[in-house]
C-alpha cells in the first residue's frame, strides 16, 4: 500500500516557475515508478511526466519537454516536478502517481495509487 500526497501548486504568471513535491507512505516507496498527471477541467486526466524507480528513465508528454523536470529521491520518499516557463495550457489539477506496471507509464489506468491532486494555475 502506498500513500501519496502532493504539495506546492498555487497560482502563477506566464512565464513563472512552480515546484511539485509529492511524499509518499510505504517501505516499498524505490520499487514503484512514479507519474504526474494533471486535468483540466471537462477534460480526460493526461499524462505528464513518469520515472523510472532508479531515478534515471524519464518520460515526457512533448508539451512540457524542455520546460518541465522531474525527479525522485528514494531516501526521502519523495517525487517532484520543477516547472519553469508555465504557459496558460498548463492550467490543471496536477496528481501525482505510483505504479509497479512499468510498461503502461504513460497511461493513467496503468497507476495503482494516487495522490489528492494540487491545484495549478497559470495567468495569462
Known amino acids: 500500500q502506498v500513500q501519496l500526497v502532493e504539495s506546492g501548486g498555487g497560482l502563477v504568471q506566464a512565464g513563472g516557475s512552480l515546484r511539485l513535491s509529492c511524499v509518499a507512505s510505504g517501505r516499498t516507496f524505490s520499487s514503484y515508478a512514479l507519474g504526474w498527471f494533471r486535468q483540466a477541467p471537462g477534460k480526460e486526466r493526461d499524462f505528464v511526466a513518469a520515472?523510472?524507480?532508479?531515478?534515471?528513465?524519464?518520460y515526457y508528454v512533448d508539451s512540457v519537454k524542455g520546460r518541465f523536470t522531474i525527479s525522485r529521491d528514494n531516501a526521502k520518499n519523495t517525487v517532484a516536478l520543477q516547472m519553469n516557463s508555465l504557459k496558460p495550457e498548463d492550467t490543471a489539477v496536477y496528481y501525482c502517481a505510483a505504479t509497479t506496471i512499468y510498461t503502461r507509464l504513460t497511461d493513467a489506468s496503468g497507476y495503482n495509487y494516487w495522490g489528492q491532486g494540487t491545484q495549478v494555475t497559470v495567468s495569462s
Open positions: 520515472i523510472h524507480w532508479n531515478g534515471i528513465s524519464t
